[in-house]
């Protein structure tokens, strides 16, 4: 099970990177994409507003109270056509996404001896844990950021295509 104040800094501290990583891209940068089947930023963020509101933070919560609930469905990588990520207002996905996060530590923040070992059975991936969907949502943070800092470098490499990026080191 991963340490709950951990994940509390962590959740914090990805915010943190996420939204200046965010905050960074021009509307241009924001709606780019690398190739027509890759994410934006601006998908990503949208992305991750509709994972900390209808996934993580959902089924966390279902299977702390409630395990035996069914989940409600989702659909992340459809949601990027169907809900028009690319076409949101850019700075208003960042402050809602911002928002939410800041929903969830508050509920984190909260919970008054969660038990962490309540387990819920998904018919397509079996058991978890409330714990280990934590540290998933932890982890997930950690899968964004490294796509929003590749999308910023492949960004510079378009920028910059008579600048050799080797001297830097490899990506």
């Known amino acids: 099970m991963i340490n709950f104040n951990y994940a509390l800094t962590r959740f914090a501290s990805s915010a943190e990177t996420i939204a200046a990583l965010a905050r960074s891209a021009s509307e241009e940068q924001a709606r780019w994409k690398p190739v027509p089947d890759e994410w934006s930023i601006l998908e990503v963020l949208c992305h991750l507003y509709d994972e900390e509101r209808e996934d993580f933070r959902t ?17 992340p990588r ?10 949101r207002e850019w700075p208003a996905a960042l402050e809602a ?17 969660p038990n962490w070992d309540s387990t819920h059975t998904h018919p397509q991936f079996g058991s978890a844990t409330a714990g280990e969907m ?6 997930h943070d950690h ?7 590749q ?9 910059a295509p008579t600048a050799s990026l080797e001297y830097a080191g490899g990506w």
């Open 59 to 75: 089924r966390v919560r279902l299977t702390l109270e409630n395990p035996e609930a069914d989940w409600p469905p989702i659909n």
């Open 151 to 159: 999308l910023h470098w492949q960004w510079l490499a378009l920028s």
């Open 78 to 87: 459809g949601w990027v056509t169907e809900r028009g990520y690319n076409q």
């Open 97 to 113: 996404w911002a928002q939410e996060r800041r929903a969830s530590l508050q509920w984190l923040r909260e919970l008054q001896n």
């Open 143 to 149: 899968l964004h950021i490294r796509q929003l800092n």
């Open 134 to 139: 934590l540290a998933a949502w932890v982890a």
